[in-house]
Nanobody, 127 residues
Framework: QVQLVESGGGLVQAGGSLRLSCAASGRTFSSYAMGWFRQAPGKEREFVAGISWNGGSTYFADSVKGRFTISRDNAKNTVYLQMNSLKPEDTAVYYC????????????????????WGQGTQVTVSS
């Protein structure tokens, strides 16, 4: 069982930056693939970024490529999402998710690939 807790959300002006953190419980965190997803009001949850168990592979949605980075610190059981050049359309609740499997480029982007989810953290970007 893995429990995930996101933090770092807030209100920021367009062009600003935020860093989200996702702290995981459990001794097997280092073996999990991790992902960040977001959900805006009235929209489906969508993939933002993913990272393999050792950080060797990262994946990004086209909408955030070049602006967001994902990283992890397995010693701290934490995964990060650095968000730069934020836009109003980035406004959403951001969720981290964990999978015990090695997902690869395709399955990383699917919500159904993940077994564990956090409660989410709100990110609001004002224009």
């Amino acid at each position: 069982q893995v429990q995930l807790v996101e933090s770092g959300g807030g209100l920021v002006q367009a062009g600003g930056s935020l860093r989200l953190s996702c702290a995981a419980s459990g001794r097997t965190f280092s073996s999990y693939a991790m992902g960040w997803f977001r959900q805006a009001p009235g929209k489906e949850r969508e993939f933002v970024a993913g990272i393999s168990w050792n950080g060797g592979s990262t994946y990004f949605a086209d909408s955030v490529k070049g602006r967001f980075t994902i990283s992890r610190d397995n010693a701290k059981n934490t995964v990060y999402l650095q968000m730069n050049s934020l836009k109003p359309e980035d406004t959403a609740v951001y969720y981290c998710a964990a999978s015990p499997l090695s997902l690869g480029a395709v399955r990383t982007r699917s919500t159904s690939s993940y077994d564990y989810w956090g409660q989410g953290t709100q990110v609001t970007v004002s224009s």
